[in-house]
Structure formats: C-alpha cells, structure tokens
C-alpha cells in the first residue's frame, strides 16, 4: 500500500523557514515526479511545485517562485518543501502527492498519490 506522509509544519513566524518533508513507502518514485500543493481556508487546492524524477527539473507557481525550493532524496524516498520568507499568505494544509506518470505536472488531477497533509500556520 502506497503511503505519502508529510511532517515539518506547524505555526512560524512571518519571514520564518520552515521545511516539509514527505516519507514515501510502498513503493519507490525515484523515477516518477513528486509535487507539493496546498489549501487555504475557503479556498481551492493549489499547486505550489513540482520535481522530476532525477530533480533536475522544477516548476514553482508564481507565489512561491524565489521563496521556496522543491528537492528529493531518492535514496530516501523522502521528498522536500523548503520555505523561506514565510508569509501569512502561505498559510494552507501543505499536500504531497506523487505520479506513476513520467512527465511533470502541475495539474492537480495527473497526480495519482497524496498525503494527508501537514498544516503550515505563519502568524503576522
């Protein structure tokens, strides 16, 4: 059974750095794309960055770009959000979530695996 579990969020202070991890297992996605998305209050789930299997390629939403840096352990099969100059904006549930797919996207709807989710509070 795949499992995608995110951890590293909690209540920081606006310009604070908090880093998401999440912990794959079931299955490894050394190959396959991981992104990150989150959920604001009343608001539709976003996306927020994307990684290629090998890391060599990202993509970040506007919002973010500059500010926060999407990696990967594949020897861990553990996945990164860093979050630099936290803004009470980037308050959301931060989502993980993987493709079977090769090619990275940041549709909502092309990843197949997602985590629970880990809160990020940044309090102004």
């Known amino acids: 059974q795949v499992q995608l579990v995110e951890s590293g969020g909690g209540l920081v202070q606006t310009g604070g750095s908090p880093r998401l991890s999440c912990a794959a297992s079931?299955?490894?996605?050394?190959?396959?794309?991981v992104g990150w998305f989150r959920r604001a209050p009343g608001k539709e789930r976003e996306f927020v960055a994307a990684?290629?299997?090998?890391?060599?390629?990202?993509y970040y939403a506007d919002s973010v770009k500059g500010r926060f840096t999407i990696s990967r352990d594949n020897a861990k099969n553990t996945f990164y959000l860093q979050i630099n100059s936290a803004k009470p904006e980037d308050t959301a549930v931060y989502y993980c979530?993987?493709?079977?797919?090769?090619?990275?996207?940041?549709?909502?709807?092309?990843?197949?695996?997602w985590g629970q989710g880990t809160q990020v509070t940044v309090s102004s």
């Open positions: 979530a993987a493709r079977r797919g090769i090619v990275v996207t940041t549709t909502t709807y092309s990843y197949d695996y």
């Open positions: 990684i290629s299997g090998s890391g060599d390629t990202t």
């Open positions: 079931g299955r490894t996605f050394s190959s396959t794309p």
